[in-house]
Every structure is written in structure tokens, then in C-alpha cells.
């Protein structure tokens, strides 16, 4: 933990509304660092010292004063808060919004065109067709006159359609 993160739960620290492992390290981060330990010790012996003031008791005849006190001075006027006179708009103003209009259409008639479905051309599909399998590879041919045994057949393995494979792969249940 950080000073600032620290600073920033101290206030739910102090009345201990945080989950048990936030509030241990914030202990502990009060105990390495002087700084946050400093500011934790002032901020509870203030509270300490504002819980212990006493009540302060208002005389009886308090309300009944304060009420004739404010019928003396009577309602505030709203127009003190208010800005007086009359805002028409300017020339500027006027100005600054025909062009944000003007930039709004702009920017939508431009936009529907990308939006606009464009006609695509007819397809025409066609399966090519596949070449035929050549009976024997020039590798298969060099292999049969040197005696080799083993290399014909990993070579027509290699060269076996996948759908070989999968028809003997496949579950007959």
C-alpha cells in the first residue's frame, strides 16, 4: 500500500468500516511510514477531542428569537440573485450555430453513402475439377531401381487422399 491509497481509506480506516485485509494494511503501512502514522494520530486525537465537547444548550426563549429575528429581516429578494436585463443572442452566436447545423446535415448526408448497400456482381459458383492422381510420382520411380522397400510405400502414404483416411477412421455404430 501507498501513501495515496492510504489517504484515500483513511476516513472508512478511522471508523472501521473496511474489510479485515484492507484494515491490516493499512496498519501496517501506518506503522512503516511516519508520515501516514502522523496524519492517522492527528485526525483521531481531533475526533477525540470533538466527541468530548459539551453540549452546548440553546435558552429556552431561542426559537421564539430566532423566528422574530427573521420576520425583521423578511424574505430576500430572488432579484439580488438573478442577473438583470434582457440576453439576446449575438451575431457570433448566431454564426457559431448555423455552422454546427450546417456541419451536422453535411456529415450526415456524407455518412449514408457508406451505409448504402452497393450492388455486387452476379457470382457464378463451379466446383473445378480435380486432377487426376498421377499413378506414380518421380520419387516412387527413383525409388523402385535402388532397392529401397520402405520408401515407395511412405511416399504413396503421404500422397493418399484424406478421404482414405477418414472412411477407415471412421465409427460404425
Known amino acids: ?27 501496517r503501512h501506518a506503522r512503516m511510514c511516519s508520515r501516514c502514522s502522523r496524519h492517522d494520530t492527528v485526525v483521531r486525537r481531533s475526533l477525540l477531542i470533538v466527541r468530548n465537547l459539551p453540549t452546548i444548550e440553546p435558552s429556552p426563549d431561542f426559537m421564539a428569537r430566532l423566528n ?12 439580488d440573485y438573478a442577473v438583470p436585463g ?31 448497400p452497393q450492388p455486387q456482381p452476379a457470382v457464378v459458383a463451379s466446383v473445378p475439377e480435380a486432377p487426376e492422381p498421377p499413378l506414380a510420382s518421380a520419387a516412387f520411380v527413383a525409388s523402385v531401381p535402388t532397392g529401397m522397400p520402405v520408401w515407395p510405400a511412405v ?5 493418399a487422399p484424406l478421404s482414405f483416411a477418414s472412411l477407415e477412421l471412421r465409427d460404425t455404430r
Open 1 to 27: 500500500m501507498d501513501c495515496r491509497e492510504f489517504r484515500k481509506k483513511h476516513v472508512a480506516f478511522v471508523d472501521d468500516f473496511l474489510p479485515a485485509v484492507e484494515m491490516d494494511a493499512m496498519h
Open 155 to 159: 511416399l504413396m502414404a503421404g500422397e
Open 86 to 116: 434582457n440576453h439576446f443572442p449575438s451575431l457570433s452566436m448566431f454564426a457559431m450555430l448555423a455552422a454546427g447545423i450546417a456541419a451536422i446535415g453535411y456529415i450526415t448526408l456524407h455518412s449514408t453513402q457508406y451505409f448504402r
Open 68 to 79: 422574530a429575528r427573521l420576520r425583521e429581516i423578511g424574505p430576500v429578494p430572488r432579484v
